[in-house]
């Protein structure tokens, strides 16, 4: 039996409500050491009325005829908002050996982040740095609902700061428990 305890999102988090839930959909990947790929994401953002949210990502490589395949990456973390204002912390952990600290700013419906430090254990792939993008924009289904789309620009391998990742996501309804 699952317990579920509902909580009031912490003041601090006001300006990310816009985030809080499960998105899901599909992007693109590329890098110059590697070849370009499709994949499908769920993104989910929770809290427990403490002040910062808990972050998880899934990605599944697509094949050609868009249906889902090995799982490619996950990250998870936590999404805070220090006093309440517009700086944002992101805190994520990867189960390949990097840690990243992201900081930077939110405005109405959209995030962007840079590094602030990255550490790698011995065996992690060399990443130095990266940017995101988070926001909302109308959804192209003739709804009035928003999807949400980000980028993730990385600098890895030698290679300076650019696009790796990008998807488009829609809000999944609320689970019933």
Do not use: C
């Amino acid at each position: 039996m699952e317990i579920v305890f509902e909580h009031e999102l912490h003041p601090d988090l006001k300006s990310l409500e816009w985030l809080v839930g499960t998105w899901e959909g599909d992007g693109v990947g590329d890098y110059p050491t590697i070849e370009q790929f499709r994949f499908t994401q769920q993104i989910s953002f929770t809290h427990i009325g403490k002040p910062y949210l808990i972050y998880t990502s899934r990605t599944w490589r697509l094949d050609e005829e868009f249906k889902q395949r090995e799982a490619l990456a996950m990250e998870t973390g936590f999404w805070r908002v220090p006093g309440g204002g517009r700086n944002v912390e992101v805190l994520l952990s990867h189960p390949t050996g990097v840690q990243e600290i992201y900081t930077g700013e939110v405005t109405f419906n959209k995030v962007e982040l840079v590094t602030d430090v990255v550490a790698r254990t011995e065996t992690a792939k060399e990443i130095t740095g990266g940017k995101r993008l988070y926001g909302l924009f109308p959804a192209q289904d003739g709804t009035d609902d928003r999807d949400l789309g980000w980028v993730y620009e990385m600098a890895a391998m030698g290679h300076p700061l650019q696009v790796h990742m990008s998807a488009q996501l829609k809000k999944a309804p609320p689970q019933q428990g």
